[in-house]
């Protein structure tokens, strides 16, 4: 077992804003009416979003977890990119569907559901296309 300080983690903010998803046992729990502090330390360093999970996770589900959520997060073969909330949903379905695993709702996401991990340009002809389709 491996053990992260905060000093390990650092203060300053991150470039870019990204996406954190901490694949790793417990990284998502917190006391009733209180914020996780893990969380709380990348919120403050400018993350845009936070997944972790909810309680241990299994190794075998928790990569499986993760190839699939980005695979609809990033796009696979004859699908597009999804935002970071529907990739998280997918990846549920999906596991469920697929192997009636409900493993997939240990998984934690905190922000915006329609956040994109991606350019503005592709998000922008995204919207563009959105808006041509309801036309």
């Given at each position: 077992?491996?053990?992260?300080?905060?000093?390990?983690?650092?203060?300053?903010?991150?470039?870019?804003?990204?996406?954190?998803?901490?694949?790793?046992?417990?990284?998502?729990?917190?006391?009733?009416?209180?914020?996780?502090?893990?969380?709380?330390?990348?919120?403050?360093?400018?993350?845009?979003?936070?997944?972790?999970?909810?309680?241990?996770?299994?190794?075998?589900?928790?990569?499986?977890?993760?190839?699939?959520?980005?695979?609809?997060?990033?796009?696979?073969?004859?699908?597009?990119?999804?935002?970071?909330?529907?990739?998280?949903?997918?990846?549920?379905?999906?596991?469920?569907?697929?192997?009636?695993?409900?493993?997939?709702?240990f998984?934690?996401?905190?922000?915006?559901?329609?956040l994109?991990?991606?350019?503005?340009?592709?998000?922008?002809?995204?919207?563009?296309?959105?808006?041509?389709?309801?036309q």
């Amino acid at each position: 077992m491996s053990i992260l300080r905060r000093s390990d983690i650092g203060s300053s903010r991150l470039a870019d804003a990204p996406v954190v998803f901490v694949n790793a046992c417990s990284t998502n729990v917190a006391e009733p009416l209180l914020a996780n502090r893990l969380m709380e330390l990348f919120f403050i360093r400018n993350c845009r979003a936070y997944i972790g999970t909810e309680t241990e996770v299994p190794a075998p589900l928790a990569a499986r977890f993760a190839t699939t959520f980005f695979s609809f997060l990033y796009g696979a073969a004859g699908r597009g990119i999804a935002p970071v909330g529907e990739a998280i949903a997918q990846a549920r379905r999906f596991l469920w569907t697929e192997y009636q695993n409900i493993g997939g709702l240990f998984y934690n996401y905190v922000n915006d559901y329609a956040l994109y991990a991606a350019d503005d340009q592709i998000v922008a002809g995204l919207r563009r296309h959105d808006d041509s389709e309801e036309q």
